[in-house]
């Protein structure tokens, strides 16, 4: 049929754009549940690929909020039990840091950071996940409750506790308390 | 002392503020698109062959492996001789008797016969030797003997006087 190879090349042409404008954002959010890499890739993968069949991805009104959601469902199901150390390898951190410090005070920032990552992930799911998915960047507070299936204010609440979490834990760590 | 508070929340604020930051990575492996559009592109394709029906070549494999077995057993059925154990030879043949066995079976009258045998099993041994008798010969290793027929002799008791 003459019309079907150029339909074919418009919709792949239109899904190709899709894929090229939030890959990057669905990563991210999956990376953020999941804490592997392989397994954030892979939801990532899985999230277009649902997306792709049966053409739902014509009819997305908020496209980063539904992508989102996909890949934040199935990161959870990817996730593996979860260790106090990290599960991001150490090289991955050391990259990320572009600070213009003294080599100790470098040391000891990458030495806390490490620490507080690793108390960010022993934290209960229900704490972490909205806590991880603010921490992008890239989601709204109201993003966010869509993503979870939560109420704003709950997930207002379950960030700010977290947080406090932290900071007793960091506290702890200074050999300090807190009153406030 | 609020003052003092407030600055060390303010502080583990930061702390928290940057190991957030740092906490997922910023950018994925490169490639991330070309390996999200190939695996969709797989997962398209994988299916329309997955939708094959595999029923009916479980059934005609079946089918085959059965004629197979089938056929390999009238083969090797057909190619078994059928065997006679025992042979017409001419001197046998002159010497012997309508039913040898069933006259031994069977001893001459005043002569007590084995109290054990019976008439079945006696039609069973007849049956025997007259299917023998009924297939192909196959001839026998062993030299003919000249079977010559005992002679019975009256005894005399002489009568004394």
Same mark, same amino acid.
């Given at each position: 049929?003459?019309?079907?190879?150029?339909? #074919?090349?418009?919709?792949?042409?239109?899904?190709?754009?899709?894929?090229?404008?939030?890959?990057?954002?669905?990563?991210?959010?999956?990376?953020?549940?999941?804490?592997?890499?392989?397994?954030?890739? #892979?939801?990532?993968?899985?999230?277009?690929?649902? &997306?792709?069949?049966?053409?739902?991805?014509?009819?997305? !009104?908020?496209?980063?909020?539904?992508?989102?959601?996909?890949?934040?469902?199935?990161? &959870?199901?990817?996730?593996?039990?979860?260790?106090?150390?990290?599960?991001?390898?150490? !090289?991955?951190?050391?990259?990320?840091?572009?600070?213009?410090?003294?080599?100790?005070?470098?040391?000891? #920032?990458?030495?806390?950071?490490?620490?507080? *990552?690793?108390?960010?992930?022993?934290?209960?799911?229900?704490?972490?996940?909205?806590?991880?998915?603010?921490?992008?960047?890239?989601?709204?507070?109201?993003?966010?409750?869509?993503?979870?299936?939560?109420?704003?204010?709950?997930?207002?609440?379950?960030? *700010?506790?977290?947080?406090?979490?932290?900071?007793? #834990?960091?506290? !702890?760590?200074?050999?300090?308390?807190?009153?406030? | 002392? +609020?003052?003092?508070?407030?600055?060390?929340?303010?502080?583990?604020?930061?702390?928290?503020?940057?190991?957030?930051?740092?906490?997922?990575? +910023?950018?994925?492996?490169?490639?991330?698109?070309?390996?999200?559009?190939?695996?969709?592109?797989?997962?398209?394709?994988?299916?329309?062959?997955?939708?094959?029906?595999?029923?009916?070549?479980?059934?005609?494999?079946?089918?085959?492996?059965?004629?197979?077995?089938?056929?390999?057993?009238?083969?090797?059925?057909?190619?078994?001789?059928?065997? /006679?154990?025992?042979?017409? %030879?001419?001197?046998?043949?002159? %010497?012997?008797?309508?039913?040898?066995?069933?006259?031994?079976?069977?001893? /001459?009258?005043?002569?007590?016969?084995?109290?054990?045998?019976?008439?079945? /099993?006696?039609?069973?041994?007849?049956?025997?030797?007259?299917? /023998? +008798?009924?297939?192909?010969?196959?001839?026998?290793?062993?030299?003919?003997?000249?079977?010559?027929?005992?002679?019975?002799?009256?005894?005399?008791?002489?009568?004394?006087?």
């Amino acid at each position: 049929m003459p019309g079907t190879a150029g339909e #074919d090349a418009q919709t792949t042409g239109t899904f190709a754009a899709l894929v090229e404008r939030h890959s990057r954002f669905v990563y991210r959010i999956a990376l953020a549940v999941a804490r592997n890499p392989a397994d954030a890739e #892979d939801a990532a993968q899985e999230t277009f690929l649902q &997306v792709y069949r049966g053409d739902r991805w014509k009819a997305i !009104e908020d496209e980063r909020g539904y992508l989102a959601r996909v890949a934040w469902r199935l990161a &959870v199901r990817r996730r593996k039990p979860r260790m106090l150390e990290q599960e991001l390898p150490m !090289e991955m951190e050391g990259e990320l840091r572009s600070r213009e410090t003294s080599p100790e005070q470098s040391a000891m #920032d990458q030495q806390l950071e490490a620490w507080l *990552h690793a108390r960010i992930d022993a934290l209960p799911e229900k704490l972490r996940q909205p806590l991880a998915l603010a921490a992008l960047g890239e989601l709204k507070l109201v993003e966010i409750a869509g993503v979870l299936g939560l109420p704003e204010g709950t997930v207002r609440r379950r960030i *700010h506790t977290a947080r406090q979490k932290l900071k007793q #834990d960091l506290l !702890e760590r200074k050999g300090g308390s807190h009153e406030g | 002392m +609020r003052d003092e508070s407030d600055r060390l929340d303010g502080l583990l604020d930061n702390q928290i503020d940057g190991a957030l930051a740092s906490y997922t990575p +910023r950018e994925p492996r490169p490639g991330l698109e070309q390996r999200i559009l190939a695996s969709v592109a797989a997962a398209e394709i994988l299916p329309r062959h997955s939708t094959w029906n595999w029923r009916p070549v479980w059934t005609l494999a079946a089918t085959a492996v059965l004629l197979a077995a089938v056929a390999i057993a009238v083969v090797s059925k057909s190619r078994q001789p059928e065997v /006679a154990v025992v042979e017409h %030879h001419p001197v046998a043949e002159a %010497h012997r008797s309508p039913n040898p066995i069933a006259m031994q079976m069977n001893p /001459a009258p005043g002569i007590q016969g084995h109290p054990a045998r019976s008439r079945t /099993a006696e039609a069973e041994v007849g049956e025997t030797v007259a299917k /023998a +008798r009924s297939g192909p010969m196959i001839p026998l290793n062993f030299a003919p003997i000249d079977v010559k027929p005992i002679a019975i002799v009256p005894i005399q008791i002489a009568v004394l006087n």
